[in-house]
């Protein structure tokens, strides 16, 4: 069987498994007694395991092992989570998400061993054992050999081989009170079977319908790992019989015979069978969720005993599991040109719905407003598939800030709210690494040392701040701390040092300006260069960034207080609401978000300040923008008294944009323009208008 048919689930589901690691081992540093979050990240750990195996990424297969040996060790009492610990777990942590990077590149794992790591967490588990009774090490593979030599080659029963302990006896009673069928079964897979964990794994699947698989031999972290031959015994409780059980494991492709028949109970050794038992609890306890039949996991756990309580839970958490779905996100943007191309045929019948011809069809008018009405319904669905929510992107932060902490020498807290916050996934995929840059920026500039900060009577620990909210159509997310903040008078200096500004530029300039200036390319206030910045790259490939995803980025600062970076970005980058306007006989689109208010301005009202146009509207003074000159427009006889403005704001700025004619609202299918025109700083993209004429689409940030 071909195992690449899989990867692409196996990439998708290791990744949720290493985000549950990263996040449940910051809340374990913090809460080391904490047996919910010890729970799941051995959980976590084991199902990665089990995927690992399947997949044949044996180096990650045994990490993970490793790291859920040292976590079966804290659940059973035989030690304490320490610092010391944590520190390694996070090292094992980053050595399994550079396998995925390797698989995400290659579809192989690499060469890296990581056996530093492996042998400190072995020897963290070994100094805990003490003595004690403990799960089933990775290193034996006894297990399935002494099974094969404990029958002849004549006995196919071999599930008459399993003991059964005193402790375990209880549940056989009980199941005899409820009249339930005790089985022994026995499973041959064929000798050409290569995915053996994984036929194990359907067959325990098919079983859970008919019953309860009590026990298993070899046991299942044997079967998880295919540390056995071609066979494996089960002990099933069941309402049915012998026959349509038999029927039912032969059912599943690869399996050569089922040997079904009473089990006879034979007792062994207490201590042996709970140590067994507890094995396999744990194994039911790690079982993730699957989706398809043949999906590339092993959780043989199907084979443990299921207590009532947590069968109602994953009865009550099914009906959500099944009403997601992963799509790719390909079919996703074919989905949305196909509505885009549905709007730009619609905005066509609206046009020609307004000639002469149509003008009286009231018929004809009702099938637009009814087309309309579909094709913004339909969008608005497209584009909430499309929406993802904003925490994909801030959950790897908090390990990060962690990171940081320690490299820094800086005690510091992470504060996130508004995770739920959605935003389209192209930006998304595109948010993480200037989010990233802002945080390093603040723990590494903002934030004072331990010693300055307590001289200064602030508290100890730092706190860096990342807020994300929806305002309209705009999502916002603040990116703030409580450190020094910007030292202006060092910035003006530093560009003036640099060459940046001349000393006439600098006494003209505002504080606010001076801040911006750290936007620009390669500049940077850091004495020293590190692996955390000071190399000039930073703010300027924050704002680049930002700003191609049609947003943009303010800094507000007061020194000794702290910093503060806001980020604006569209909900969405493919279909806006526009107002659309005339330059001469050329029209162009301004985005709705963007605008402020229209304004009908005398003409004596316009000022000039520094031989600029500004007008005074209710106390507010606002520069005039001629975007005929600017765009470099053919300019129309224009008689009248006064100017056509609309008032437009980028964060704390405002400009009005001086057009000759306002056409309307219209919803607008934004289409990118490559590198037909020169001026692309100032124009977002083009679309299509119903008459099957072209408007550009103006870029607001870059005009103000």
Known sequence: MDVSQYLEIFIDETKEHLQ?????????????????????????????????????YKRMQRLTHDMENVFQEIRSGNMKVQPELIDVLFRGLDALEGYLANILESADEGTEDNEEIINTLNSIADKAKGGTGEVPAPTPTAAPSDDKSAASDGNKAKYENIRISDYEKATF????????????????????????????????????????????????????????DYDFSLVYFTKESAEKVKAAIENVSEIKEAVVGTFKVQLEGAEEAAHEESAQTEEKESKPVTKTEDKPKTQAAAATQKKPEKKAAASKAKPAIGRTVRVDIEKLDVLMNLVSELIIAKNGLVSSSATNEHRNDNGFNEQI???????????????????????SVLNRFPRMVRDLSKKLDKKMELHMTGEETELDRTVIDEIGDPLQHLIRNAADHGLESNEERIALGKPEVGNIFL???????NVIIEVRDDGAGINVDKVRQKALDRGTITSEQAE?????????????????????????????????????????????????????EGSSFIIRLPLTLAIIQALMVELGTEKYAIPLGNIEMIEDIPLEDIKHVQTKEVINLRGNVIPLIRLDNLLDVEPVENEEESLTVVIVRKGDKQAG???????GQQEIVIKSIGNYINCSKMIGGATILGNGEIALILEVNALV
Request: hydrophobic content about 40%.
């Open 20 to 56: 549950t690691l990263s996040d449940q081992l910051m809340i374990l540093e913090t809460e080391p007694d904490n047996m919910e979050t010890i729970n799941e990240i051995f959980r976590a750990a084991h199902s990665l395991k089990g995927m690992a195996g399947t997949m044949g």
């Open 173 to 228: 009673e009980k199941a005899k009170e409820e009249n339930l069928n005790i089985l022994g079964i026995t499973v041959y897979l064929q000798d050409s079977c290569i995915l053996k964990a994984a036929r194990a794994f359907l067959v325990f699947k098919c079983l859970e319908e008919l019953g309860e698989v009590m026990k298993a031999e070899p046991n299942v972290q044997d079967i998880e790992d295919e540390k056995f």
């Open 369 to 391: 407003e009814y087309l309309e009405s579909v094709t913004t319904n339909l969008h608005e669905s497209v584009m909430k598939v499309r929406m993802v929510p904003i925490e």
């Open 467 to 473: 807020d994300a909210y929806q305002d309209g159509n």
């Open 508 to 560: 003209l300039m505002s504080d606010k300006e001076i801040v911006d200036l750290l936007f620009r390319p390669s500049f940077s206030t850091s004495e020293k260069i590190t692996d955390i910045s000071g190399r000039g790259v930073g703010l300027d490939v924050v704002k680049t960034k930002i700003e191609g995803l049609g947003g943009n980025i303010e800094c507000k600062s007061a020194l000794g």
């Open 657 to 663: 944009l001086v057009v000759d004619n306002l056409i």
